[in-house]
């Protein structure tokens, strides 16, 4: 059963705690600005991690794992298909009622679910199409 909870709802989660919780007691700090670790370069220059680019990585390999858990096939990936869907109508709605929610960070989180869902369910129909075979051929 764990296997069918989305992995984008960890982002959503992470997010909210991180955004309404520090927003709530600080003010209007923009939490995704602060500075993760910096790298000095070979050429010279700096490179700078920030917990907003850090968060969207993390999205990102997670999408990754999302898009390999589409390729099974059978009643939980139904389940799963649909519980990816219901957390992009949870990303879907919070950027469009929530104030601290309109965030380009959040943004591209809602991007990444959105496209969780497509990937999965067209991975899903593909890899379906595979199993089927039509024909006289036995």
């Keep these: 059963m ?3 909870i989305p992995l ?3 982002p959503f989660i992470v997010y909210n705690v991180l955004a309404l919780g520090i927003t709530a007691t600080s003010g209007s ?3 995704w600005q602060n500075e993760i670790f910096s790298l000095g370069m070979l ?3 700096t490179w700078v991690m920030t917990l907003g680019e850090l968060m969207i990585t993390f999205a990102l390999l997670l999408l990754f794992v999302e898009i390999m858990k589409s390729t099974r096939i059978g009643a939980n990936s139904i389940i799963d298909h ?3 869907t219901f957390v992009f109508v949870a990303f879907l709605v919070e950027f469009l009622l929530v ?3 309109a965030h380009a960070v959040f943004f591209i989180l809602m991007v990444i ?3 969780d869902v497509i990937a999965g369910f067209s991975v899903s129909i593909r890899s379906a199409t595979r199993d089927v075979s039509v024909g006289s051929g036995y």
């Design 99 to 101: 104030p601290s929610a």
């Design 2 to 4: 764990l296997a069918n």
């Design 113 to 115: 679910a959105f496209v």
């Design 43 to 45: 050429s010279g220059a």
């Design 8 to 10: 984008m709802i960890i």
């Design 29 to 31: 700090t923009d939490v």
């Design 82 to 84: 649909l519980l990816s």
